[in-house]
């Protein structure tokens, strides 16, 4: 079946713009993942979405970002005023439970300029 | 907080020989440990994982030993190929409060010369 996807692949912004990135987890995954990965870094978790239960926001860098999940099934990420160190690929993955393996999507480049 | 350490951060062998990958988490509560292969510009790829009440899994090449007493897991690759050249990340499932998340390491780049 269909993987998880991200839209758009790429974006480019210019600093103090909002973006919003999206996120379709595999049907049926009730969990989803947000993670930033910087240039050569690792992958930093972000936001946590499971089933009807109240996400958890603890990995959100500032209060720039934001996070939802509509229906259960898509997520977008919006990150308001964005700043040159925001710039890294932004990756979703979901699971079939919170306890099971992610699988992520291609992610989406932003760069800030 | 929760902290995964990978090493080495980058390691070169010749083609045919082993490669092995090292990690070490810190919540003891930790129960789940994937790798992950991630080639340039591409998504990270699940390997092989394994789960806290198994000491070891192989999968062909691929193997995962899992201590649980010293926190320390590691990725052997045996035989390595050119197409093994990529980075790959382990990852240890930390739940607090009921939150399934993954602590990364920080990532191998693992270079097979041919």
């Known amino acids: 079946g269909a993987g998880v996807s991200q839209s758009p692949s790429n974006k480019v912004t210019e600093k103090g713009k909002d973006v919003e990135l999206r996120c379709d987890p595999i049907?049926?995954?009730?969990?989803l993942y947000w993670y930033r990965q910087s240039l050569g870094q690792g992958l930093e978790f972000l936001i946590y979405?499971?089933?009807?239960?109240?996400?958890?926001k603890s990995g959100l860098p500032s209060d720039r970002f934001s996070a939802e999940r509509t229906g259960g099934s898509v997520s977008t990420l919006t990150i308001q005023r964005t700043q040159q160190e925001d710039s890294a690929v932004y990756l979703c993955?979901?699971?079939?439970?919170?306890?099971?393996?992610?699988?992520f999507g291609p992610g989406t480049r932003l760069t800030v300029l | 907080g929760e902290n995964v350490e990978q090493h080495p951060s980058t390691l070169s062998v010749q083609e045919g020989d082993s490669a092995v990958i090292k990690c070490t988490y810190s919540?003891?509560?930790?129960?789940?440990f994937p790798w992950y292969k991630q080639e340039l510009g591409k998504r990270p790829q699940l390997i092989i994982d394994?789960?806290?009440?198994?000491g070891e899994k192989k999968d062909q090449r691929i193997a995962v030993t899992l201590n649980k007493t010293a926190k320390h897991f590691s990725l052997h690759i045996t035989e390595t190929q050119p197409e093994d050249s990529a980075v790959y990340f382990c990852?240890?499932?930390?739940?607090?409060?009921?939150?399934?998340?993954?602590?990364f390491g920080t990532g191998t780049r693992l270079k097979v010369l041919a």
């Open positions: 993955a979901s699971s079939y439970g919170g306890t099971d393996t992610q699988y």
């Open positions: 049907s049926g995954h009730t969990a």
């Open positions: 979405f499971q089933g009807n239960s109240a996400p958890d």
């Open positions: 919540d003891s509560a930790s129960n789940y």
């Open positions: 394994i789960r806290s009440n198994v």
């Open positions: 990852a240890a499932s930390s739940s607090p409060r009921g939150t399934y998340k993954y602590i």
